[in-house]
């Protein structure tokens, strides 16, 4: 597919991409009666939502351009990061950093970052919040940050990240930086209620439209993504979970098909071994985070890419219905970690080097997939465990936080 299509945008592929994504989201209605409804979820959530809304209500965007690095290779506007797991090498301190995985040295800079992740927990509340309430002030507020990180010029980032996870000595940036953005996924469902809200200007509106156009474009044409795009273990599925929701959001119906694909011919089949584990992340230094990780990104890609109907070569495009030559649906991995995400003390596998005993939180999903596969007990653990991780390391393999946002029309 040519940079052209993939990028191509039209009202009508935007229209189409939203019906799929509510046709998938929408919670089911049994014959018995729904799992659990629309308003549960929100009642369920509604303490948490307003508590976390006030907090960040009074508070001021905080975008890229407020810190730097001097190590750092770009400009304001650019993205930058370090590798988490890549440490000053004792025998040759002046030298390239070594690999120490899954300890994340603290010296790192990580000021972008925590901006990214701190614009994903304000944006999706506020929005959230409005959701629950119609009070205005809380979407009027959310807005304000999307101007700041997509549109102001004196404070938005630009839309690449060739400067992401670098490792002093060794590269300026890396594929695996792509992770980062992960985390406005969630921004770009609330940027749909923020429109319906009408707390942003249909010029600004198309404006943060044609930044996500960039970036996806940045995503499939730059060595970076598409090194990142191929990946096989949870950063392939998170190239593909932040592709999906990004041509959701701009209305990009090729690359939805292109991220259909992916699912089918790569992610289930080179991840999903025949008992439902991934062993690329069994085999990490995190295993029970990186397995929780993937099931989520998964599920991510089944909500935000399933639609109605076939692809052109005849399979499903109900991503949770596709099957395997074995047999087995993305529902395999969700049963396999089911009985360790309900008891911890079960997981037969290597403990995580770091923050095991903070694992798991309310994974979701446990709710997608309920909902779904119309499964009682997936949803019902999803209810019984904490909502919100507190520790930064896990915080940052947790992209979605409000449900609401997903199971609410926009």
Known sequence: MDRRNFCLSTAATLAASRTNALAALAPPAPANGPLITLNEIEAIDRERILRAANEYLPQPPITITASSSPRGKGGKHDYFSEADYFWPDPKNPNGPYIDRDGYSDPQNFNDHRLALIRLSLIVPALTAAWLITQDKRYAQRAAVHLRAWFLDPDTRMNPSLDYAQAVQGVAPGRSYGIIDTLHLVEVTRAARHLEVAQAVTPAESAGVREWFTEYLLWMRSSTNGQAEEAAKNNHGTCWTAQAAAFAAYIGNENAMWLCRERFRDHLLPEQMAADGSFPLELKRSKPYNYSLFDLDLLAMVCVIASASG?????????????????????????????????????????????????????????????????????????????????????????????????????
């Open 310 to 410: 076939l692809s052109p070569g005849g399979a499903t495009n109900n991503l949770w219905q596709f099957a395997l030559p074995n047999g087995n649906l993305y529902k395999k991995a969700v049963d396999f970690m089911f009985p360790f995400i309900e008891d911890k003390s079960k997981w037969p596998y290597a403990h995580d080097v770091e923050y095991f005993d903070d694992l798991p939180n309310r994974q979701p999903s446990l709710l997608f997939a309920g909902l779904a596969y119309r499964e009682p007990k997936y949803i019902a653990l999803w209810r019984a465990l904490p909502p919100d991780p507190k520790t930064p390391e896990i915080v940052r393999n947790f992209p979605i936080r409000q449900p609401v946002l997903w199971l609410r029309p926009a």
